[in-house]
């Protein structure tokens, strides 16, 4: 059996009363992705913090390659890190903000200009080797940050939500970088992140974290069509979670009807549906079916690649459906059949409060 790159076993800690941390355990193989995703509060800028030595946990350990480096100070663990904040030297050229960490390592002028040159055009920075700070765009700041990151070829690279203060446009664009970049060098990354969107579409594995704890770790697939509770289903987008009473292989919907599923069979008591709104389909008609539910449309909204629907039942129900444009369109008032599928239902037992 491999030995993963980075373990966290067992890891704790504590303000005062305040538990950040309880029994965190994480297992990361060399070269992978992870992030640790969920609310603010949940731990995980914590558990990045633990993770480099910013912060020593009050129980567990923490090792590299199998080595306990619990208590090994901060600039002896070889992990680069990219802050929220740009943080870079205001008084700094974009090549001296990238020699810095080569320069405080000891490297010759000359050792540093080739590693410099190197990782600048990793990046297509070149052009603004001789550049300040204030010279650059958010986008172009954060790539800096970036590179002067990896400029020393990290063993673990940690980025704490690094994209929050850059526009849609940059952040997809930074997005695609940083995926580029630490798996061109086969870096082991830990990326933190509020927003399922970013896990989903950087990660080899996504932690989700709640109340200090990782509630459930997987793969983005599993963690996007296979939520383990309704705290998972919520955060990773779920935008229609029925409440509704198993037994017998049916779930009643309170007001609404029934809902079959093969999945529902070996279970029983109150539970949620989910299901996300690219799976729910609006047909016309007024007459509901085996699995659907006759609505209307109080609410659309024109998206680019889709158009988004509410939909609600005659007891107050709402449903959220994303149709592709393209398919008839249903204005605002008219009679809609919505199809839930089957196939696409995840059900989860009750949340405990």
Wanted: charged share 20%; proline share 5%; net charge neutral.
């Amino acid at each position: 059996m491999t030995r993963p790159h980075l373990e966290v076993r067992g890891v704790s800690k504590s303000w005062g009363r305040v538990a950040a941390l309880s029994d965190v355990n994480l297992a990361v193989e060399q070269g992978m992705f992870v992030s640790l995703l969920g609310p603010s509060g949940c731990g995980k800028t914590t558990l990045l913090r633990l993770i480099t030595g910013y912060l020593s946990p009050d129980a567990g350990r923490i090792l590299v390659d199998g080595v306990d480096i619990t208590r090994v100070p901060t600039h002896r663990r070889n992990m680069g890190m990219v802050f929220q904040s740009f943080a870079l030297f205001p008084h700094l050229t974009v090549a001296e903000n990238v020699a810095f960490p080569l320069a405080v390592r000891g490297l010759s002028d000359a050792q540093r200009r080739v590693q410099v040159a190197e990782a600048l055009a990793m990046v297509h920075l070149e052009p603004y080797r001789d550049s300040y700070p204030r010279q650059l765009s958010g986008g172009q700041q954060q790539r800096v940050g970036l590179t002067r990151a990896i400029v020393y070829r990290p063993t673990i690279l940690l980025l704490d939500e690094p994209l929050s203060n850059l526009d849609a446009g940059l952040r997809e664009e930074m997005r695609m970088e940083i995926s580029q970049v630490t798996r061109r060098l086969g870096i082991t990354a830990i990326y933190v992140t509020h927003d399922q969107r970013e896990a989903l579409a950087l990660s080899d594995a996504i932690a989700v974290m709640n109340h200090g704890r990782i509630v459930q770790s997987g793969s983005p697939e599993e963690i996007y069509r296979r939520p383990a509770s309704e705290f998972v289903a919520r955060f990773v987008g779920y935008a229609n979670a029925l409440p509704v009473e198993i037994a017998a292989g049916i779930a009643t919907v309170a007001g609404v009807g029934v809902i079959a599923a093969d999945a529902l069979r070996h279970l029983s008591g109150p539970a949620t549906v989910f299901l996300h709104a690219s799976d729910v389909s609006l047909g016309i008609g007024s007459e509901a079916g085996e699995n659907q539910v006759a609505c209307r449309v109080v609410d659309l909204a024109f998206m680019g690649d889709h158009v988004e629907y509410v939909a609600e039942h005659a007891s107050g129900l709402r449903l959220k459906a994303h149709t592709p444009i393209g398919v008839t369109t249903h204005p605002r008032g008219s009679a809609v059949i919505a199809t839930l599928p089957g196939d696409k239902l995840v059900i989860v037992a009750k949340d405990r409060d």
